[in-house]
């Protein structure tokens, strides 16, 4: 398949792949013309870049997944510390959620003296996002 099949199949723009392939994730089997060539294996190892970008996998840490002889090697170490990670993102945004819902209702005359609202903004100007959900006042 040269690169202009591979990114119609994939969705992703042909520099998207040059660059993925100049990071060795993946590899082109040469070219027509100027064109690069890929076999069509390539597509799946495209939805497996997807599957751990999604995952929030960096695309260093999706290259390491891929052993020597490009076949996937994933440690279940690495999965489950992503999995530990989605947890705690998800607490944080759901509590978020949560106190953006109390803030929409707030009987408070305005967002400002809405105390759940407060604490969101105080919180959002530290490092410290909240873990658990938020007090409703």
């Known amino acids: 398949m040269d690169i202009s099949a591979v990114a119609r199949h994939s969705g992703l723009p042909a520099s998207t792949l040059r660059y993925y392939e100049e990071k060795g994730l993946i590899v082109s089997v040469g070219r027509s013309g100027l064109k690069r060539l890929f076999e069509a294996t390539v597509l799946e190892r495209l939805s497996l870049i997807a599957l751990g ?36 993102t998800i607490r944080k945004l759901s509590a978020l959620r949560d106190g953006l819902r109390h803030a929409a209702v707030c009987p408070a005359p305005s967002h400002m003296e809405c105390p759940t609202f407060r604490r969101m903004m105080r919180l959002a100007g530290h490092r410290g996002r909240p873990e658990g959900p938020l007090p409703r006042r």
């Open 53 to 88: 970008r999604t995952a929030g996998f960096s695309l260093d840490e999706i290259g390491a997944m891929f052993g020597s002889d490009g076949r996937l090697a994933i440690q279940p170490a690495d999965l489950e510390a992503k999995a530990e990670t989605l947890d705690r």
